[in-house]
């Protein structure tokens, strides 16, 4: 963890989020500020700045922890869809300097403003 990580913290329980699912290395969490109705962040539970900085078993899992994640959104909101997005480095859009990805459960035609993150 590092001091000033806000996911470090969620991931720790010092600060509170709305869990949609974890286990002891990952994370999935609510957005703060959702896209549409559901969207949720992954991330593990240790830090890591971005995508290439995962430790090789982490990033083993971390495609089937958010194939699980979509699956409960795509159940729990109706969706007939989502969209994954990955901001890796700040010219990307990264906002919070550990590794996450946003799953966005999508329903025909609600994508009216286009998917924007940032």
Same mark, same amino acid.
């Given at each position: 963890m590092t001091n000033d990580?806000?996911?470090?913290? %969620?991931?720790?329980?010092?600060?509170?989020s709305e869990i949609v699912w974890e286990n002891d290395n &990952?994370?999935?969490?609510a957005d703060i500020k959702p896209i549409e109705e559901g969207h949720?962040?992954?991330i593990p539970k240790k830090h890591f700045d971005t995508l290439p900085d995962l430790e090789e078993e982490i990033?083993?899992?971390?495609?089937d922890? %958010?194939?699980?994640?979509?699956k409960i959104l795509?159940?729990?909101y109706n969706a007939d869809g &989502?969209?994954?997005v990955l901001n890796n480095g700040k010219s990307a859009g990264q906002i919070v300097n550990h590794v996450h990805f946003h799953i966005i459960p999508r329903k025909?035609?609600?994508?009216?403003?286009?998917?924007?993150?940032?």
């Open positions: 990580c806000i996911f470090c913290k %969620i991931a720790n329980k010092e600060i509170p &990952f994370l999935a969490f949720t962040l992954v990033s083993k899992d971390y495609l922890v %958010i194939k699980k994640i979509a795509i159940d729990k &989502f969209n994954i025909e035609g609600d994508n009216k403003k286009g998917l924007t993150l940032g």
